[in-house]
């Protein structure tokens, strides 16, 4: 059985980082009042270029809890990641490497 992940040192397999930009981190569980500024403050000293937030088509006012930063280089993704289950806010957010296309070695379902 391997430790809880919390309890573990940043364990970041750089096989699975994008070898050219954009070098973006895919944020999950983000508290629904975050802000741009919050996110470009949690990862402070780190090169980032962008933050999106995705917002519910329904209600523009409400996010959908994820999103997504890109940063200028990889070494500020790498160090992003190691942020991982920190706390933001009151929730403790994920941050992982973003799929570079969705739908990377699956084809879309044959339309019929």
């Known amino acids: ?5 919390a309890a573990r040192e940043p364990n970041i397999d750089r096989s699975r980082l994008p070898k050219s930009p954009p070098y973006t981190a895919f944020l999950g569980n983000l508290p629904y009042d975050v802000t741009e500024e919050s996110i470009k403050d949690f990862f402070r000293g780190l090169n980032i270029s962008a933050v ?3 917002r ?7 996010l959908k809890g994820f999103g997504y930063a890109e940063f200028e280089d ?5 160090q992003a990641l190691s942020l991982n289950e920190e706390s933001l806010g009151n929730r403790r957010i994920r941050v ?5 296309a969705q739908d990377k070695g699956e084809s ?3 339309s019929r």
């Open 108 to 110: 879309p379902p044959a």
């Open 56 to 62: 519910e088509p329904t209600n523009p006012e409400r």
């Open 74 to 78: 990889i070494d500020s993704l790498f």
């Open 52 to 54: 999106r937030l995705p």
């Open 96 to 100: 992982d490497v973003a799929d570079q």
């Open 1 to 5: 059985p391997t430790a809880p992940r």
